[in-house]
């Protein structure tokens, strides 16, 4: 069974997180902070994060909302209150980190600016995701991923020829905006170590939807605006029918698209100076791609992936329950069980990389002695740390009651 690494053992062990974001880009980003060792309090309003209202087939909770918050303490906390905005000041005493992604103005006005909290603990990186970025004629907007998506040409380039624009599901900027926000922060607590002082970041969800297609935002002296930007190699590469069920196969290398024709017994077209290179087999797809799904129709998706095997790379088209119990993931220990308070005993995602030693035949090996429990933090109810939080920040249990009756914190 694969060890887990401890908090006490990861790179960010120690580091103090506060999330006052809500959705999915700034508490995945949060998150990803928490896997990599942070302790993370999740601040929630009165009302609790909106995301935990989202369609859901668990009954007591959002799937999303447990998938997106995991490895953090929850508070619920009113910054509208003196009273709570107080326990925000002491938080941020003893913080490294503050998340939000609150629109430009906000921050202002509930006096959680840079400049407030940076006099408060000048050590602090303040991270602040927006929809558009802090200037500019959209920067009080809100910023949603699939509005992103269609404003950034990604739907646009993920339609069917002839067909309409299409969303990719997925979430995918959002994702890609919680990476960036782990990155920055990361590398902002490097630079605080050589220089002491904390700073402000600035990530956006225009800046990520942008990030993420570099390779198409290439514009040479003298092209026309508009023309063919997209990266697919095209012809044998994608998915094909097969017997049962839906392969993806990649041939591009010469090595690889030898290895398939072999295993199709298809050899005349290997070494066949029409099909030689992917531009070449690109534009010959019309003839190729019937000669290799006729050939696919002989097995089934997964015959052919074993066959195959690491001589042509590709995979079949699994649905994404198939992950749970995959004996890859299983090796890597992609998975790990949680407890939760509102949905009970669930699987989900664990960590996603290993410090600290290698991973050899399912066992981290290195500095991953320690034992831990064999369920990780699950996403917090709302408020359910409220108590122990507020003791560690010196709140006695008198004063705590009055918080809590005057519905300060829940």
Not at 70 to 94: I, M, Q, S, T, W
Not at 282 to 299: E, F, H, N, S, T
């Amino acid at each position: 069974m694969m060890e887990f690494e401890t908090p006490g053992q990861l790179p960010l062990a120690g580091v103090k997180v506060l999330d006052l974001s809500a959705y999915i880009a700034g508490p995945y980003g949060c998150a990803l902070l928490g896997d990599m060792g942070a302790d993370v309090i999740k601040v929630e309003p009165p009302e609790g994060d909106n995301l935990r209202k989202y369609p859901s087939t668990l009954p007591a909770e959002s799937r999303a909302f447990l998938g997106i918050n995991r490895n953090k303490r929850g508070l619920c906390l009113n910054l509208k209150d003196p009273a709570g905005y107080e326990v925000l000041v002491r938080l941020v005493r003893e913080a490294d980190v503050l998340v939000h992604n609150f629109r430009p103005g906000v921050p202002e006005r509930l006096r959680i600016d840079f400049a407030t909290l940076a006099a408060i603990n000048p050590r602090l990186i303040y991270c602040a995701m927006t929809g558009y970025g802090a200037a500019g004629p959209m920067a009080r907007h809100a910023g949603y991923d699939q509005v992103l998506q269609s404003m950034t040409g990604m739907c646009a380039a993920q339609a069917k020829p002839d067909g309409p624009p299409e969303v990719l599901y997925g979430s995918v900027v959002d994702y890609y905006g919680a990476a960036l926000i782990s990155n920055s922060v990361s590398a902002a607590l490097y630079q605080r170590e050589k220089t002491g002082r904390g700073q402000a970041i600035e990530v956006s969800l225009l800046g990520s939807a942008l990030a993420m297609q570099s390779a198409r935002l290439v514009w040479a002296e003298g092209e026309p605006r508009r023309i063919e930007r997209d990266m697919r190699s095209g012809g044998i590469t994608g998915i094909h029918p097969t017997r049962e069920g839906h392969l993806y196969i990649s041939a591009n290398t010469p090595h690889f698209w030898r290895a398939l024709c072999g295993h199709l017994d298809l050899p005349d077209l290997a070494e066949h100076p029409d099909y030689d290179t992917v531009k070449k087999r690109a534009a010959q797809a019309a003839v190729l791609v019937p000669l290799v799904r006729q050939a696919l129709a002989r097995a089934s998706a997964r015959e052919w992936a074993e066959r195959f095997g690491q001589s042509v790379p590709c995979a079949e088209v699994r649905p994404v329950e198939d992950m749970f119990d995959h004996p890859q993931v299983q090796a890597m220990g992609f998975m790990r069980p949680y407890r939760s308070e509102q949905a009970g005993n669930y699987l989900g995602l664990a960590q996603w990389a290993h410090f600290g030693g290698a991973v050899q035949d399912g066992a981290q090996v290195g500095a991953h002695e320690a034992e831990q429990d064999a369920a990780g933090r699950a996403a917090p109810a709302l408020g359910e740390h409220s108590r122990t939080i507020l003791s560690a920040l010196g709140y006695t249990a008198d004063e705590i009651d009055h918080l809590l009756h005057a519905s300060v914190v829940q």
